[in-house]
C-alpha cells in the first residue's frame, strides 16, 4: 500500500547533522518507493514557506520561534491550525516525528492523534535520568509517547534506554539503524598528504560532543606525535574553547577549524576521532569508515554496535584512555594496516538506506491496521502517566480535542484546497532521458 507521509522535526536543512541526514535520505527512499513524503520543519531565516528539493520532497518551512540549538518554543496549541491545513491539503496518512528534542515533533504527534491520524515516532538521541533537563524531557517524552502507534530507535541500546524513560512496551518499538550513501563516500588515498597524518573531527561542537575531553587531549597528541594534524568541522559553542586552546600551544598550523566539512575534505584523513559523551548511533563514524577511515570513539552509547572491531578502537571517555587508542591508531597507519578501499566495500554491504526505508515501510504497514482508539481510551492513557501529571495531561487532552472540533467549524476540511501530488513518475522519466542524453554527447 502506498501511504502520504509527513515527517516532522525542527531539525532539517540547511542545518546539519545526523538527523537531517536521516530525514533527507530516508524521504527519497520512500519517494523512490513511490510514496508521497513531505517535512514539516521550522524557518530558517529567510527560508520559509514552501521549498521544492530533489524527486519532488516538499518542505514546509513554518514560521516559528527557535530558542536554542535550532529548537523550537513549545506552544502546544499554536501550531495547531497550520498544522491542520498542510496535513489536510497533503491528504496525510500518517505522521512520523523524529528526535526527542523538537517541541514540532511532541505538537505534531499529539495533534495528529486527535485528528484521528496514524503516528509514530523516531528517537534518535540518548538521555540520562538524573539531571533536570533529563527528568523534563522525559516526562514530556512519556506524555507524548502515552498513545502512539510504534517508536523507531537506531540502536539496541537506544531502544533500552527509550523504552525505560517512556515505560512502553519493548514489543512496540523497533530497531531500524541509520545508514550511509556509499557512492558519495568513495575513499581516496591519493587526497591524504603524505608528509602528516592526518585525524578529522566532525561533530557539532558541544559539551554533549566530548568538546572539553577534545580540547584536553589535542595539545597531549601533537607533543607525542609531531607529524599528526587535525581538520576540525561542525559548529557550536564549544568553538572558542578549540580556538583559545590552538593560541595558548601555537597549533595553528597542526589544528584547522573549518566549519562546516565537506565529503572530499573527510577523505583527506587517515584517522576519524569521535569523543562523544553520549551517542545513540553516530552516522559520522559509518561515513567516516566509508571513506576508508580508521575510527577511534569512545564507548559509550550504541557506538559499540555500528562497525565491526576491525574497524574502530574504543576508549572510555578519558583524556589519557582516549590518548592511547589514538596513539594505537597512529601505529596502524604507520605500519599501513588499513586498507582503506576494504572498509569502503564492507560498510557498502552493511548499510543501505534502501533497506532503512524498506523496514520502516512494514512499520508503517503495522500501524495501518491499528485501530484509532476513541477519546476516552486516549484520556485513560495519558491519565496513568503520574498522580498530578496524568491529570494535567487529561486536560491538555481535552482542550487539543476542542479546538480541533472549533477548527473543524471554522475552516471546514472542503473549504481547504488540495494540493496536487508531484509527479514523480513522470519526472523520473525526464531524468532518465537527460542522462541518457549527457551519455550520448
Known amino acids: 500500500m502506498r501511504y502520504n507521509i509527513a515527517m516532522v522535526s525542527d531539525f532539517f536543512y540547511p542545518n546539519m547533522g545526523g ?5 533527507y535520505q530516508l524521504s527519497q527512499r520512500l519517494i523512490q518507493r513511490e510514496h508521497k513524503v513531505i517535512i514539516i520543519t521550522h524557518s530558517y531565516g529567510n527560508r520559509t514557506g514552501i521549498r521544492y528539493l530533489t524527486n519532488g520532497l516538499k518542505v514546509y518551512y513554518v514560521p516559528h520561534m527557535v530558542i536554542y540549538s535550532e529548537a523550537t518554543l513549545p506552544t502546544i496549541y499554536g501550531f495547531f491550525p497550520i498544522f491542520r491545513n498542510i496535513v489536510k491539503r497533503e ?18 504527534i499529539l495533534h495528529s492523534r486527535t485528528m484521528g491520524m496514524k503516528a509514530c515516532f523516531t528517537d534518535h538521541s540518548l538521555f540520562g535520568f538524573a539531571d533536570a ?5 522525559n516526562k514530556l517524552l512519556k506524555f507524548t509517547l502515552s498513545d502512539i502507534d510504534h517508536v523507531i530507535c537506531v540502536s539496541h541500546t537506544s531502544k533500552e534506554n527509550t523504552v ?12 531500524i539503524p541509520n545508514a550511509v550513501v556509499a557512492s558519495q563516500f568513495k575513499p581516496d588515498p591519493g587526497a591524504q598528504d603524505p608528509n602528516f597524518i592526518t585525524i578529522v573531527v566532525a561533530s557539532r561542537l558541544v559539551y554533549r560532543k566530548g568538546m572539553d575531553l577534545l580540547v584536553a587531549a589535542i595539545p597531549r597528541i601533537c607533543q607525542m606525535h609531531p607529524k599528526v594534524k587535525f581538520i576540525i568541522g561542525g559548529d557550536g559553542p564549544k ?26 575534505e573527510v577523505r583527506n584523513g587517515h584517522i576519524f576521532l569521535n569523543t562523544s559523551l553520549t551517542e545513540a548511533f553516530c552516522i559520522g563514524i559509518v561515513e567516516a569508515a566509508c571513506c576508508g577511515l580508521l575510527v577511534v570513539s569512545t564507548k559509550v552509547g550504541g557506538v559499540p554496535e555500528v562497525l565491526p572491531k576491525r574497524m574502530i578502537i574504543f576508549a572510555k571517555p578519558e583524556e589519557d584512555d582516549l590518548i592511547n587508542a589514538v596513539g594505537r591508531a597512529i601505529e596502524m597507519i604507520r605500519l599501513k594496516e588499513v586498507i ?38 486516549r ?4 491519565y496513568g502517566c503520574g498522580l498530578w501529571a496524568g491529570k494535567i495531561f487529561c486536560i491538555l487532552i481535552a482542550i487539543d480535542y476542542l479546538i480541533w472540533r472549533f477548527l473543524e467549524w471554522l475552516f471546514p476540511e472542503q473549504n481547504i484546497e488540495i494540493a496536487p501530488a508531484f509527479p514523480y513518475q513522470k519526472y523520473n522519466k525526464m531524468c532518465q532521458m537527460a542522462d541518457k542524453d549527457d551519455d550520448d554527447d
Open 164 to 175: 525505560l524513560r517512556a515505560a512502553l512496551n519493548p514489543q512496540m518499538v523497533s530497531v
Open 340 to 377: 582503506p578501499i576494504k572498509f569502503h566495500d564492507e560498510i557498502k554491504e552493511m548499510y543501505s538506506w534502501v533497506n532503512v526505508a524498506e523496514r520502516t515501510e512494514k512499520v508503517y504497514d503495522a500501524i495501518w491496521k491499528m485501530r484509532i482508539p476513541p477519546l476516552m481510551e
Open 91 to 108: 491528504r496525510i496518512d500518517i505522521v512520523h516525528g523524529h528526535q526527542a528534542f523538537s517541541s514540532l515533533c511532541h505538537e505534531a
Open 239 to 264: 568553538r572558542i574553547d578549540l580556538e583559545q586552546m590552538r593560541e595558548k600551544y601555537l597549533l595553528h598550523d597542526r589544528v584547522e577549524l573549518v566549519g562546516t566539512l565537506m565529503q572530499h
Open 133 to 137: 533537563s533529563s527528568i523534563l524531557t
Open 19 to 23: 538527523v537531517e541526514s536521516h530525514l
Open 379 to 382: 484520556l485513560r492513557r495519558y
